[in-house]
């Protein structure tokens, strides 16, 4: 009788999303989602929740650059960064860079087929933000598979007094960009206006990467 194949045990693109986001902050993993008790009598009336976060809340236009000449990684972060100062919410450039090179010692954040997600922690920032730089060239970011970054989405976060649901917004970004159609569609757009509606499309939490 044929021996039964072993189970197939690749992490899911969910678990390495999550796993993703676990590495790029540790100790800052997304709260679960609150749960109500279980009742018999409906409430009379109750304030309709907020909508859930989407990537589209932490980026605009003002912080993505298209086809960037920098083959060097300091300089795609620091470009990035004047890029979010731009919007106000960064205050100090050269200290997000800082943060952003501090976690690089500690770890790349290039996470393989040709991506990588910086992020800084630190009080110049005073809400999550999110920024994109595209290479044609390819930048060396010391990627897990040796592979130049093309793709780069950089976050920066207050360093505290800062909630989790911009972490549950990138853990739903890093599984769409694990996605091949998502990347193409990226990879060709022609103009920033491209690249949002690209990320209103794919990332969650009302896209299909949910």
Known sequence: MPATPAADSSPTPSQRAKRWVSRMFPGRTPAPSPTLPPTRVAPPSLPS????????DYIDERTIALDVDDTDRNAVIRRLATL???TGIVLDVDAVVEAALEREAISTTGIGEGIAIPHAATASCTAPLLGFARSRAGVDWKSLD??????IFMIAVP???????HLKVLAYLSRSLMTPSFRAEIEMAATPADVLAALAASVGPAGPAQ
């Open 159 to 165: 360093e505290t007094g800062v909630g989790t649901e």
């Open 49 to 56: 929740s907020p909508a859930p976060k989407t990537v589209l």
């Open 84 to 86: 979010m100062a731009a």
């Open 146 to 151: 040796g592979a130049p970054a093309t793709l």
